[in-house]
């Protein structure tokens, strides 16, 4: 007997809107369902874990999940809440991102067991590349009229007077094709359910129709509401554009303090949708937060929760430890620790000056390392004068004037951190 996938949602503040029906259709027995994945770049961002969250409880629920990877539609672009179009892939690309894009889901999906639920990755690429023009007219296009298609909220928006740029009609058929491929999935693989944010709603339900008109069959919707933050800045962006969750494009340091720097309103929220932490977990987190709300106890909950399950538990602990040399106790070896792209993250936006790795050959005396070679210090005077205070340190530890910068002392083999008090750093960087 499956468990309660509908009742899970609902929760954990995941469900939007579900068609009539939904929720007792899913309890009769193992179901299939899918969520349709833009494929424009060779990762996902956090933009889409709340699909792919769905997925993977639907999945523990004992059912049949389907990720589509839009390699058709990723090539004409979808309307819904977009004020332009997307810009439009090559086959190769798409391949590409596919492959990346799998690897990633499998980390929340089982691709790979025997189990009958196990997960499968589909593009629609691969039926509609060979659907003539005439063809989709003739068997797709004459179902469904242009009345119904310009009632749905999408395209009305585009229509509107506000939306500049019109709609062009490749836009226009967009519904019909993701349409298609629900008519398509229904027929090949028995998926009756397709799920998606609540702005796809229109999508989804054109799809429903056409299982109706053409399958004779019936079809389910079901939408996650949109992520917001509590601020109205827009869930899942940085000054520096998306949270991905490829690691060379957001380290997994800048992914896990994305997390650790949410509201206390958010992270209550995130916590549900985020983990798989169960109802009574959460509450209990909740209630110790709220006694002790300075302690963040949820934020870092949450950050690590889905900092492991996107990345890994050594990715965690770097990062915590990374987190901790800017606003704990650290030392020279943890600093050493860090990898450069952890490093660099970490002290992003602190000033930096080049000096020739030569310097260190016999060796860098702390008035040139502050002030002569570097200008970290305003003169030579105010260097000696922070040094006699004891409030100059190199990699983390308390120097005096004496002390000669050495390649002992490089992390990474090119860096070495200088700081003046508790938080006024400055990188230097030696090159060859």
Known sequence: MASNFVKELEWRGML????????????????????GIDPTADSLHIGHLVGV?????????????????????GMIGDPSGKSSERNLLDEATLRHNQEALKAQLARFLDFESDA??????????????DFSFL???RDVGKHITVNYMMAKDSVKKRLSAEAKEGMSFTEF??????????????????????MGGSDQWGNITTGTELIRRIGGGKGYALTCPLITKADGTKFGKTESGNVWLDAERTSPYKFYQYWLNTSDTDAEKYIKIFTFLTKEA??????QHSEAPHLRLLQKKLAEEITVMVHSQEDLDNAVKASDILFGKSTSQDLKGLNEKTFLDVFEGVPQAEIPMSSLDNGLDMIGALSAQTGFLGSNGEARRELKQNSISVNKEKVKENYVIGREDLINGKFVLLQRGKKNYFVLKLTE
């Open 53 to 73: 969250m769905m997925l993977r409880h639907f999945q523990l629920a004992g059912h049949k999940p389907f990720a589509l990877v839009g390699g058709a539609t």
């Open 173 to 194: 058929t967009y519904q019909l094709v993701q349409g298609y491929d629900f008519l398509h999935l229904y027929r090949t693989y028995n998926c009756t359910l397709q």
């Open 116 to 129: 009958k639920n196990a997960a499968v990755l589909v593009n629609n690429y691969d039926w509609m590349k």
């Open 135 to 137: 063809d989709f007219i």
């Open 282 to 287: 959460i509450e209990d987190l909740v209630a």
């Open 16 to 35: 939007h809107d579900a068609m009539p029906g939904t929720e007792e259709y899913l309890m009769e027995g193992m179901q299939s369902a899918y969520v």
